[in-house]
C-alpha cells in the first residue's frame, strides 16, 4: 500500500500562492492515480485535484484555474500548486492514490499539511 507524506503548507493571505508536497513511501504503480484531497473544519473531505502517470489532470470545479497539480513518476512526487487562495481553500491538504479502475481512495491518510487563509 502506497502512503504518503505531505508538506510545504502554512499561513498566508488571501491571493498569494503555496506550493504543496508529497512524497511516496515506495514507486507509485504507473496505473495509479494520485489525488490531492482537504478537509475543512467541519466538513467531509473533499477531493481537489487527481493526476494520473500519463500526467492527464483534473480539478474540483473550486479550484480550477487556480490549482496546479504536477506529478514526478521518477521522484515518485506529486506537487499542488496553488494561487490566488482564497480562505475557504483553508484546510488540512492530504495525498492519496488509487488503481484507475477504483473509484475510492486506497492509501492510509497521512497527516496532511495544514493551510490556512487568513488576512
Known amino acids: 500500500q502506497v502512503q504518503f507524506v505531505e508538506s510545504g503548507g502554512g499561513l498566508v493571505q488571501p491571493g498569494g500562492s503555496l506550493l504543496l508536497s508529497c512524497v511516496a513511501s515506495?514507486?507509485?504503480?504507473?496505473?495509479?492515480?494520485v489525488s490531492w484531497y482537504r478537509q475543512a473544519p467541519g466538513k467531509e473531505r473533499e477531493l481537489v485535484a487527481e493526476?494520473?502517470?500519463?500526467?492527464?489532470?483534473s480539478y474540483a470545479d473550486s479550484v480550477r484555474g487556480r490549482f496546479t497539480i504536477s506529478r514526478d513518476n521518477a521522484q515518485n512526487t506529486v506537487t499542488l500548486q496553488m494561487n490566488a487562495l482564497k480562505p475557504e481553500d483553508t484546510g488540512v491538504y492530504y495525498c492519496?492514490?488509487?488503481?484507475?479502475?477504483?473509484?475510492?481512495?486506497?492509501?492510509?491518510w497521512g497527516q496532511g499539511t495544514q493551510v490556512t487563509v487568513s488576512s
Open positions: 493526476i494520473t502517470s500519463g500526467l492527464s489532470d
Open positions: 515506495q514507486k507509485i504503480p504507473s496505473s495509479y492515480v
Open positions: 492519496n492514490s488509487r488503481p484507475m479502475w477504483v473509484m475510492a481512495p486506497g492509501s492510509a
